[in-house]
């Protein structure tokens, strides 16, 4: 069965606008398209990288010894689970200018001898769509510099063989979290991010 694979990072749930945004990405892409089982995970429960998973990451899964492949598990899973996606969406928020731990776990895991180490091809087609939300604008003038999570994500998908990377940013987000602009305002971080939903949930494999 074919899915969207839906991963959420803010801890701060519905009063997150990279979830708000989240919950519009896939009702349009459930609208725009047959597909209409959503797998979500919150990267919070993806516990980070120990030694021995590290390890048995780098180690082809045919040569794992019964210690590594139980090692390797949870990374076998997500990977699996992200390889098998008709799209993947991320919606996460921006944290001292770089991504919020759990998320770079979920990438550590994701990151492996299936599709780091090997050319498998297997993620060539999937396209992929970030939704990022932060206080202040980096998406766009002089903060770009401070900018170290777009830059990651963009390395980490390219070397696993994305070829369809998508951002929608949401920012400044500070001017609406303390009132000083409302969401729904065209000119908001928001209302812009909001307009890009609908073409970025179109992209499917």
């Given amino acids: 069965m074919t899915y969207l ?10 009063k997150s606008f990279s979830n708000q945004l989240l919950a519009e990405f896939e009702a349009s892409f459930q609208t725009q398209h047959s597909i209409t089982d959503i797998r979500s995970r919150f990267t919070g429960d993806v516990p980070h990288l120990d030694f021995e ?17 139980r090692a390797f598990a949870l990374a076998q899973e997500l990977t ?15 944290y001292n200018w770089g991504p919020p731990s759990s ?16 050319n498998s091809g297997e993620l060539a087609d999937l396209p992929v769509t970030v939704i990022v939300s932060s206080g202040g604008l980096y998406s766009a003038g002089e903060n770009t510099k401070h900018d170290f999570l ?16 998508q ?11 303390y009132g000083r602009i409302d969401q729904f305002a065209p000119e908001s971080g928001f209302s812009k991010a909001r307009g890009q939903v609908a073409a970025a949930a179109s992209r499917v494999r």
């Fill in 80 to 94: 699996q689970e992200l390889c098998n996606a008709s799209a993947l969406v991320i919606a996460t928020p921006m």
């Fill in 150 to 165: 777009r830059p990651l994500l963009v390395e980490v998908f390219s070397r696993i063989g994305v070829r369809d990377l």
């Fill in 103 to 118: 998320l770079k776990a979920w990438i550590d895991r994701i990151v492996n001898v299936r599709t780091f180490y090997q």
């Fill in 53 to 69: 998973a590290q390890a048995a990451g780098r180690v082809p899964e045919a040569k794992q010894n019964s210690d590594q492949k």
């Fill in 167 to 177: 951002f929608i940013n949401c920012d400044p987000a500070g001017p609406m979290e």
């Fill in 5 to 14: 694979l839906s991963l959420h990072s803010s801890t701060r749930q519905d």
